[in-house]
């Protein structure tokens, strides 16, 4: 059996249907469960459909009118997920938030950053903002950690 990894194009995937053919195909390949996550409380909260790939370090967030809204990926081992391989993907990774920084200002994008802490956890984040979706890196203050690929609402 060969190792050629296949690239991974997640930005290809974010406003997709969750029964495109793209979409679907990913799905099964990986044996990924839809979970459906309803408003339980009756606030008017949008339904949302999750799919999660713990091999793949990867988790999908549909919105309400199953289309593919957001992307997960955990780079390290929490919650005993295998962290995800960016190498061979359509998304950029950096070592840094000067690193991200330097890429924007290359770039010519629009870039939020900050620290917070959320759960007694450092989020140490910036974003990088392009035209129809955003990336967020989550540093924790040392390394990438998680990166959320995100559709941009307005699309």
Same mark, same amino acid.
């Given at each position: ?7 991974m ?7 997709? /249907?969750?029964?495109?053919? !793209?979409?679907? +195909? ?11 996550d309803?408003d339980?409380s009756?606030e ?6 999750? /799919?999660?790939c ?15 809204r ?13 962290p /995800?391989?960016?190498?061979?993907s359509?998304i950029p990774?950096?070592?840094? %938030?000067?690193?991200?920084r330097?890429?924007a200002?290359?770039?010519n ?5 900050? !620290? ?5 956890? %450092?989020? +140490?984040w ?12 989550d ?11 995100? %559709?941009? !609402?307005?699309?």
């Amino acid at each position: 059996m060969s190792d050629v990894r296949l690239k991974m194009n997640f930005l290809s995937y974010l406003g997709k /249907a969750l029964k495109s053919d !793209e979409l679907l +195909d990913l799905l099964e390949t990986h044996d990924m469960e839809v979970i459906y996550d309803f408003d339980r409380s009756h606030e008017n909260i949008p339904d949302q459909y999750w /799919a999660t790939c713990l091999d793949l370090g990867l988790q999908l967030r549909f919105d309400d009118h199953q289309i593919l809204r957001t992307i997960f990926l955990s780079l390290n081992q929490d919650d005993g997920n295998t962290p /995800a391989d960016l190498s061979n993907s359509d998304i950029p990774i950096f070592g840094s %938030k000067q690193d991200v920084r330097n890429f924007a200002s290359e770039n010519n994008l629009k870039t939020t950053e900050g !620290e917070t802490e959320f759960f007694g956890a %450092k989020h +140490d984040w910036i974003r990088l903002e392009y035209s129809d979706h955003s990336i967020h890196y989550d540093f924790d203050g040392g390394p990438l950690k998680k990166v959320t690929i995100e %559709k941009n !609402e307005k699309e």
